[in-house]
């Protein structure tokens, strides 16, 4: 049976009825993404019409994810909130902390005993609150909840930018930071700007070496990393219903890439067979009463540009296999010959030193059944791999069932290390490298989501290239970049040219799936007398004190801290890798702020003029210089600031140290809506030019900002060393409700005041 299921029965008793309503009040035929936005209304049943890429909209989430490095910081906020539990279900999955470095059972062991502290603190906190906990080993967050916990039709946040890999089950699953969860595990609404919509129409069939895998990186080429920013993509046609479920979630997961507010797929018989697979016949058969909902209307598939804001159609029979990157998830090439090309022209090592599978992206049963199969051909044709191999199985339950099957055997036999359930190189948390930042050029292959440069290793000359499973055990066999398995051969230990076969798998285990202990602990029912213990010497954990309102005339003679040059992810802003470590105590991560971030005026990271002292330091330093002067500052950058990771770290650390606003050509959704949680001012250039204009020596003052309004643009006097000025206009995207979080200090502010009423 599964978790939650009178939640879920009640979320289909009231489609129906919402759906019919909404299609009535828009006048067409509706998508299946407007279903599930139109279901889920903080009000109940919709009342009116919303615009897309336009309108805030409050929502009322079914349930949350939260993975142990986000989930520090939204626990120690909600500890916060005044509240005696959670208001939806919750649950916590332990799968960031645990570095790969020897194998599983070592590095889980080494992980519960260098993190236990932590690991304790959520342990207490989910069961005082109320909250479903997932120990360490357990499985990676998105792989655990696409077995327990998404359902057709459904709604759900997570404070990870891949929760929306749920969307392989039919759900509108969106990453979110720390803060929102907060106000939907407060029991408030949960606000978002009705999504504008991109329909994907997948013709022919996958076969041969072409993956799920490859779908995404395909349209991650046409859409590049911001074409999905403020939409959420819809699949649909021939192609997406006989693709297997966990295909469909790794499509949607690694949508997280090109910006996508969330990916989905409508429920289908792939997804029927997967919930009866999981012990979830029970959704099943409450899915199959209102399947008409859990699916775009007819005549929207049928005429798809009358109904979406953009259509891309992609044959999958003309599909090939796809490596993606380096240091970019977008950048797409052609296996083989192409791949020669490009590789050599840029000066791309060709030699690979590592492939690596697994992931939330594709760690399922079927992912590494396909890429034993390539493993098992290289045991019987006599082939010795060529470059390292690590696997990352999704979850306990995935594990245990392809070791009974002899899948994990076969990888072992090739010397494969098998690394915990858990995130592992995909967020940086491998031990690669004993001096990371000074490690060779070198190639790596995975079946991964991002591939931003020190992401798996630290090691700013890894190559690293996005790929399928099957597609990474073949090119790590053959040790070579542009290997193309479809037509190239190898040269076995016996001298004989050999060719591996297509990749064969298995959608799910004939068997059926088994484990032993899946990793689960149930809250107690009343946690009243649970105590929840933060050391005030603690170097890993760190109750919050409030942020202080930022006031209009803190708003004036603010200094320049940083302007950032090109690319800055989240990972620019907050670094993952060792810094995890630092997750629940926001002064000492702090440490890590806008280390990463390139200077537009040296070309250099953490290297940044002290405009009190006139001497260069480290951002942090500098910043720490500066607040210790009650001077606030401002961060310049260009565009798509934030992409990447949902971790709120990135806007709480600028926050914490006294940076105000942060002034770009333009924001990644996620964390644009973190820094307005935050109590700060997310801002864009009215003209992207005055990017150019900003100096080194620049003070900010924000002359309107008593007249801070919806709609209405800020201006700016930018003052330079030699007295001259300039005044610009930045544009804002905040509400009303949103002005407010800035006037309190922070949306978690005005949550606890109104609690207190």
């Not at 006989?242 to 997280?256: D, E, P, R």
């Not at 953009?310 to 970019?328: A, C, D, K, M, R």
């Not at 971030?597 to 500098?622: C, I, M, R």
């Amino acid at each position: 049976m599964a978790f939650d299921i009178d939640m879920i029965k009640k979320v289909y008793a009231n489609m129906a009825e919402r759906v019919d309503t909404a299609r009535e009040l828009v006048g067409k035929p509706l998508t299946l993404s407007e279903k599930i936005l139109y279901s889920h209304l903080w009000e109940g049943k919709p009342t009116e019409s919303f615009t897309r890429g336009k309108d805030y909209v409050d929502f009322a989430p079914d349930r949350i994810a939260c993975q142990d490095a986000t989930a520090q910081m939204a626990l120690l906020q909600f500890m916060q909130a005044g509240k005696d539990k959670v208001a939806v279900p919750t649950t916590v999955h332990c799968d960031h902390l645990i570095q790969a470095k020897e194998g599983a059972e070592k590095d889980l062991k080494n992980a519960n005993d260098v993190s236990s502290e932590v690991f304790n603190f959520l342990e207490s906190v989910s069961n005082k609150y109320g909250i479903g906990f997932w120990k360490p080993g357990a499985g990676i967050i998105h792989q655990v909840v696409l077995e327990n916990y998404a359902f057709p039709g459904g709604m759900m946040i997570g404070t990870d930018s891949h929760t929306v890999n749920a969307g392989g089950l039919g759900m509108v699953a969106i990453g979110v930071g720390g803060a929102d969860a907060v106000d939907v595990m407060a029991g408030m609404a949960w606000e978002l700007k009705f999504p504008k919509l991109i329909g994907v129409k997948l013709t022919g069939k996958l076969s041969g070496w072409t993956a799920p895998k490859d779908v995404i990186l395909k349209v991650a080429e046409i859409l590049t990393v911001k074409g999905g920013t403020g939409a959420i993509v819809e699949y649909f046609g021939p192609g997406a219903t006989a693709m297997s479920c966990t295909g469909k979630g790794t499509i949607c997961n690694m949508g997280a890439e090109i910006g996508a507010t969330t990916s989905t797929f409508g429920y289908d018989e792939s997804m029927e067979r997967y919930l009866r697979a999981t012990e979830r016949a029970d959704v099943a058969d409450a899915a199959n009463e209102v399947k008409e909902y859990l699916t775009a209307d007819a005549e929207v598939y049928e005429n798809p540009e009358q109904y979406f804001d953009q259509v891309i159609e992609i044959n999958l029979s003309e599909l090939g296999p796809l490596l993606n990157g380096p240091f970019t998830p977008d950048l797409s090439t052609e296996v083989g010959s192409d791949m020669t090309e490009k590789a050599t022209a840029n000066e791309w090592p060709l030699d690979v030193e590592w492939g690596l599978i697994g992931s939330c992206t594709n760690s399922s049963y079927e992912d590494l059944s396909r890429a034993s199969s390539i493993a098992q051909q290289a045991l019987d044709k006599g082939l010795k791999m060529k470059s390292e191999l690590g696997i990352n199985p999704g979850s306990e339950q995935v594990r245990y069932t392809a070791e009974r099957d002899g899948i994990l055997d076969v990888f072992e036999k090739l010397d494969a290390k098998i690394f915990t359930n858990a995130c592992g190189p995909c967020i940086g948390q491998w031990a690669r490298y004993s001096d990371p930042k000074n490690a060779p050029k070198n190639s790596i292959v995975h079946s991964f989501n991002r591939n931003f440069a020190k992401r798996a290793d630290g090691n700013p000359n890894t190559h690293a290239f996005v790929a399928s499973p099957e597609l990474t055990a073949a090119i790590a066999i053959s040790g070579r970049l542009d290997f193309n398995p479809i037509t190239d051969t190898l040269i076995n230990e016996d001298g004989q040219e050999v060719k591996f076969d297509e990749p064969t798998g298995w959608e799910l285990p004939p068997k059926g799936f088994d484990v032993k202990d899946n990793g689960y602990l149930a809250p107690v029912e009343d946690g009243s007398g649970v105590e929840v213990v933060v050391s005030p010497t603690s170097e890993r954990l760190q109750l919050l004190t409030p942020f202080v309102p930022i006031k209009n005339e803190d708003m004036q003679g603010m200094k320049l801290l940083i302007k950032a040059f090109g690319k800055c992810t989240t990972d620019h802003i907050s670094m993952a890798g060792p810094w995890l470590r630092f997750r629940g105590h926001l002064d000492n991560i702090s440490n890590n702020c806008l280390i990463g971030a390139v200077n537009a005026y040296n070309k250099k990271t953490n290297f940044v003029k002290n405009q009190l002292s006139g001497e260069y330091g480290g951002v942090p330093d500098t910043q720490r210089a500066y607040k210790a002067k009650g001077i606030y500052t401002v961060v310049i950058g260009d565009h798509n600031y934030g992409e990447g990771s949902s971790r709120e770290h990135a806007a709480m650390e600028p926050r914490h140290l006294g940076v105000a606003a942060v002034i770009v050509k333009s924001f990644a959704r996620i964390h644009e809506t973190n820094l307005k949680k935050q109590g700060m001012l997310g801002l864009t250039f009215a003209n992207e030019a005055d990017y150019d204009l900003i100096q080194e020596d620049d003070t900010f003052n924000f002359v309107d900002i008593a007249d801070f309004a919806p709609g209405k643009p800020l201006t700016v006097e930018v003052v330079h060393a030699d007295g001259s000025k300039d005044t610009i206009k930045v544009n804002h995207t905040y509400n009303e409700s949103q002005i407010e979080w800035f006037r309190e200090g922070s949306a978690l502010n005005l949550i606890k005041k109104e609690n207190a009423v």
